[in-house]
T-cell receptor, first 109, second 120 residues
Framework: GIQVEQSPPDLILQEGANSTLRCNFS?????LQWFHQNPWGQLINLFY???GTKQNGRLSATTVATERYSLLYISSSQTTDSGVYFC???????????FGSGTRLQVQP | ETGVTQTPRHLVMGMTNKKSLKCEQH?????MYWYKQSAKKPLELMFV???????ENNSVPSRFSPECPNSSHLFLHLHTLQPEDSALYLC???????????????????FGPGTRLTVL
């Protein structure tokens, strides 16, 4: 099956810092989503981004499908950004998402 | 209610019990999913239903039995579980454009809050 690798696995930031999370995938995809999982387990949709660049407030994401990677940028981080960030992809011809192992982000005041 | 809801949010059961998890989506979608998230493992797919038919089954033990009576409701029936089945069970839904040959179907998935299951 398709492999999804996220880096770094853990990240500690001071409030106000910027960060970049990376997602590499091993095959062609027609769906890529970024999620934030809060401490209660809820997966919150951040971006649906199979290709191109999108921005939503302090967050932005870029997917280069031909090179099989996506980046999530967090600017001016806040303590509420803490949690686990997942990248998930849908392989062409499949319905379900395959998730990476996540990046655990801790933003310290 | 909006989005995807799941009940119960927490469940503790013995290995001989029978229980059911319920998921309901209020988004008008036609595909629903069960995922399992165990400690220190990536989320993994269990079942996919599209237009109320099971279309994917990820080699899940028979002690987990899904049911999709209509496009808005999905159940996961549990019986004779093992302690290693303790996990967060997440339901999701999407609009699946079944029957098309388009390679860029937008089927963004939306997740419920999950049921945290503990098997004693």
């Amino acid at each position: 099956g398709i492999q999804v690798e996220q880096s770094p696995p853990d990240l500690i930031l001071q409030e106000g810092a910027n960060s970049t999370l990376r997602c590499n995938f091993s095959d062609s995809v027609n769906n890529l989503q970024w999620f934030h999982q809060n401490p209660w387990g809820q997966l919150i949709n951040l971006f649906y981004i199979p290709s191109g660049t999108k921005q939503n407030g302090r967050l932005s994401a870029t997917t280069v499908a031909t090179e099989r990677y996506s980046l999530l940028y967090i600017s001016s981080s806040q303590t509420t950004d803490s949690g686990v960030y997942f990248c998930a992809v849908r392989r062409t011809g499949r319905r379900a998402l395959t998730f990476g192992s996540g990046t655990r982000l801790q933003v310290q005041p | 209610e909006t989005g995807v809801t799941q009940t119960p949010r927490h469940l503790v059961m013995g290995m001989t019990n029978k229980k059911s998890l319920k998921c309901e989506q209020h988004l008008g979608h036609n595909a629903m999913y069960w995922y399992k998230q165990s400690a220190k493992k990536p989320l993994e797919l269990m079942f996919v239903y599209s237009l109320e038919e099971r279309v994917e089954n990820n080699s899940v033990p028979s002690r987990f039995s899904p049911e999709c009576p209509n496009s808005s409701h999905l159940f996961l029936h549990l019986h004779t579980l093992q302690p290693e089945d303790s996990a967060l069970y997440l339901c999701a839904s999407s609009q699946d454009q079944a029957g098309t040959t388009a390679t860029r179907q937008r089927n963004e998935q939306f997740f419920g809050p999950g049921t945290r299951l503990t098997v004693l």
